[in-house]
């Protein structure tokens, strides 16, 4: 199934209160030839003009995609305000604007979950700090279908409740300070390039 | 809690629908399907072969399997900065026409139908128009003709209204009842709700707009091709076609048709 795509590596990362920091750095610290490719889903009002991409990532390389985009290698894309974003098994991105999870859309469990199934140990997901529980149970999810899970760890979120909630509930999760979590995605991706994984 | 099912799952259940009810999920966007799905499972608390149980040996579960499966989220002024473009670049040619024809393809409980008229009208412009309003789903099209909204989205639908441009006092325009608020008989006289299935159905009428917004994201590249040749055919000459904010013509073969009139708002124009 997930040997179809040319997606070979795909990192999801979920955040909503205190998040922006930390993706801030991450998108200034992600180098030009990472190849993975990125989503992000944060929580953010809807019916508003917004140039998050922008803001978190001025270089111009984070993208709201449209629907049926076909995601690349080394492509950053930012879940749109007022849809969820899911994955489809051949790369291509959909956007759905069904009923809120947990008050939000996007939904993070819903990119999770979509990955995850779509794109099996393939996928790394990373949660962040946040103030509700979104995300968890996509995490669990990822984790499920052998991909690898990245929490930030609560005593340095600005908002404990999202990675504490994943710590407590999940087994099989690494957790790290903002700056690990950067090196830890930068290594993996020179690790796959040089062909030490899969 | 969320249901789950994989791909294998959601083909054998396209497989079944086709051969037990003749319909055709199979051009639908796999992965919203596929939550979907999963998300019914975990409501109704049962199993996929439970699902698949109840399809092959009960007639009227198909119908009702169909409601919970379709989308139906919708606002009113959804996207506000849309409707300030339609208002900008789009009002002043439709007013040249002596009666004006929108088509709102996909129009589900109607509200989009109602912001439509409402902007119409304080153009100046309601009393020639004529709105065709037009979804696959039944139930939503009941509550539209009854200009039914639900009032806990009436503060949202006027925050909606406001960064739109609006300039009236928006509690003008409905009423409340209970729990629901009541679109004016005013706003609502130029809307005709009828029922048309895009995937099915052919070109009725002839129209200066269309607008097809967040229906397209269900369908998969073919089948938005073909719905996409479904509107253009029924655009008039230099006809103007609005589809969803995320939504694209670029991946279809009839982009080459329209020019671009607002790429953000994702407002065309056929070309002369
Ligand atoms: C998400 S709603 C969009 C409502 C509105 N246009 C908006 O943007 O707010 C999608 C609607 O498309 C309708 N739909 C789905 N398949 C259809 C088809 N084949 N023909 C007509 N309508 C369809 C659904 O019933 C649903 O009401």
Known sequence: ?198 | MMGEISDDDLRELVTLVKSQHNYDLGNYAAASLKRRVGRYLSQCGISFFELKYRLTNNQDFFPELLEALSVNVTEMFRDPFFYRALKEKVFPILATYPVIKIWHAGCSSGEEAFSMAIMLKEAGLLHRSRIYATDISREMLERAAAGIVPLHAMKDNTANYISAGGTEDFSEYYSARYDYAIISQEIRKQIIFSQHNLVTDYVFNEFQLVCCRNVLIYFNRPLQDNVIGLLTQSLAPLGFLAIGLKESLQFTSHYAKYATVDAQNKIFRLRG
């Open chain 1, 1 to 198: 199934m997930s040997g179809q795509s040319h997606i070979r590596n795909l990192v999801v990362i979920g955040g909503s209160m205190g998040s922006f920091p930390v993706l801030l750095a991450l998108f200034a610290s992600l180098p030009q030839e990472y190849s993975a490719t990125v989503i992000v889903v944060v929580h953010r009002p809807k019916n508003v003009k917004s140039q998050l991409e922008q803001m978190l990532c001025p270089d111009g390389r984070l993208k709201e995609p449209d629907d049926k985009e076909i995601m690349q290698p080394g492509g950053f894309y930012l879940a749109p305000q007022n849809y969820h974003l899911l994955v489809e098994p051949d790369g291509t991105i959909a956007l759905d604007t069904a009923e809120t999870i947990n008050y939000s859309r996007p939904s993070i469990d819903a990119t999770f979950l979509s990955a995850a199934t779509a794109f099996g140990t393939r996928v790394t997901g990373v949660l962040l700090s946040g103030a509700n529980k979104d995300g968890v149970e996509g995490l669990g999810a990822i984790i499920s279908h052998g991909g690898r899970a990245l929490v930030q760890d609560p005593a340095t979120a600005m908002s404990a409740i999202m990675p504490g909630a994943a710590i407590e509930k999940l087994d099989g999760i690494e957790v790290y300070a903002p700056e690990e979590i950067i090196t830890a995605l930068i290594k993996s991706d020179i690790e796959y390039k040089n062909g030490k994984t899969e």
